[in-house]
């Protein structure tokens, strides 16, 4: 459809300006919408970071690494963790 529409030589041009227009509304759309938002300063951003001591911090060593494979395991004992969304 897109490209019919860009090789029509009649409704090429209509219809790159309609794109355009639509980027332009988008564009606006999102800068006003900015507009609400306060920020602060890269340095006082900064100064605000997260500071950790990992010295006092406990790191649990895993009981193993890699790739484990559980062969038989009831799935219906995880169904209900399961993310779905990347599937649809």
């Given at each position: 459809m897109v490209v019919q529409k860009l090789l029509d030589p009649e409704n090429a041009q209509?219809?790159?300006?309609?794109?355009?227009?639509?980027y332009?509304?988008?564009?606006?759309?999102?800068?006003?919408?900015?507009?609400?938002?306060?920020?602060?300063?890269?340095?006082?951003?900064?100064?605000k970071a997260m500071k950790t001591d990992w010295n006092l911090v406990?790191?649990?060593k895993p009981t193993f690494l890699?790739?484990?494979?559980?062969?038989?395991?009831?799935?219906?004992?995880i169904v209900d963790f399961i993310d779905w969304d990347p599937f649809f």
């Amino acid at each position: 459809m897109v490209v019919q529409k860009l090789l029509d030589p009649e409704n090429a041009q209509e219809y790159k300006d309609d794109i355009k227009q639509e980027y332009e509304d988008l564009r606006r759309e999102y800068y006003d919408s900015q507009k609400d938002k306060s920020f602060v300063s890269l340095a006082k951003a900064r100064s605000k970071a997260m500071k950790t001591d990992w010295n006092l911090v406990k790191i649990v060593k895993p009981t193993f690494l890699g790739t484990q494979v559980q062969v038989k395991y009831d799935l219906t004992k995880i169904v209900d963790f399961i993310d779905w969304d990347p599937f649809f």
